[in-house]
């Protein structure tokens, strides 16, 4: 008799022969995502804060993994390949940061918590047909809240350095009347300076929310300046 593990490597071979793929981390023939690549798809948790200079207010912040190979590679295909089928697994280290956030901030509470993640534009949306952060989000387990909407078109953040970054997101965002009064934690895939994250803050907090910190997938230590003091 299989195991459950040997049924499943049994059904991806036979899977293989009528649907040629590779793994989305490594490029190994023949599966979707291999175990070595799900192996590394790991949570190791971090602590670290952004300071928003112009309201003075700090967002906690719970990273899951660090960007790299193969999450990298799995990101990329998910994101911009429509390999939607490895959400599950990108879920998994991202519902750990989801998890260490809530317990910090309502540790001594009970109150209700809406989760929110940065609006997709209509272009990206028709793009993809799907938000990546809104699936990985849902897959980790929460209910998401659209309280965000998008005032004004903003550049490719990609090409940017990171003040471009900060003037380029300045504004964009504008909170829906439902948002006030709620209790947010944001959520987002990648964090490369944290200005989407901290535009997101500013407008759900000027439209009457508790920004009370957010959980990030993945962050580039490179780009990303920790502001705990």
């Avoid at 590679?73 to 994101?79: A, D, E, R, S, T």
């Avoid at 209509?122 to 989000?137: E, V």
């Avoid at 901290?198 to 907090?205: S, V």
């Amino acid at each position: 008799m299989w195991t459950s593990d040997e049924f499943k490597e049994h059904c991806a071979d036979a899977l293989a022969l009528a649907l040629p793929i590779s793994c989305a981390g490594c490029d190994l023939p023949d599966r979707n995502l291999c175990k070595e690549c799900r192996a590394a798809l790991v949570a190791n948790l971090q602590y670290r804060e952004l300071f928003d200079e112009e309201s003075l207010q700090r967002l906690p912040l719970w990273f899951a993994m660090e960007l790299g190979e193969p999450l990298s590679g799995v990101l990329h295909h998910f994101k911009e390949k429509g390999r939607t089928s490895v959400a599950k697994h990108l879920a998994m280290p991202l519902r750990d940061a989801m998890k260490a956030i809530y317990h910090q901030v309502t540790l001594e509470s009970s109150y209700p918590v809406t989760w929110v993640v940065p609006p997709s534009s209509r272009a990206s949306f028709r793009q993809r047909g799907y938000s990546p952060i809104g699936m990985l989000a849902t897959a980790a387990g929460v209910r998401l809240q659209k309280l965000l909407t998008i005032s004004r078109r903003r550049a490719d953040q990609s090409q940017l350095g990171r003040m471009e970054r900060f003037r380029n997101m300045k504004g964009v965002y504008t909170a829906k009347p439902a948002a006030k009064g709620t209790r947010v934690i944001l959520v987002d895939d990648v964090l490369t300076t944290g200005a989407t994250l901290l535009e997101c803050a500013r407008a759900l907090r000027a439209g009457g929310a508790e920004v009370l910190g957010a959980a990030v997938l993945a962050y580039t230590p490179k780009n990303f300046q920790d502001t705990r003091r």
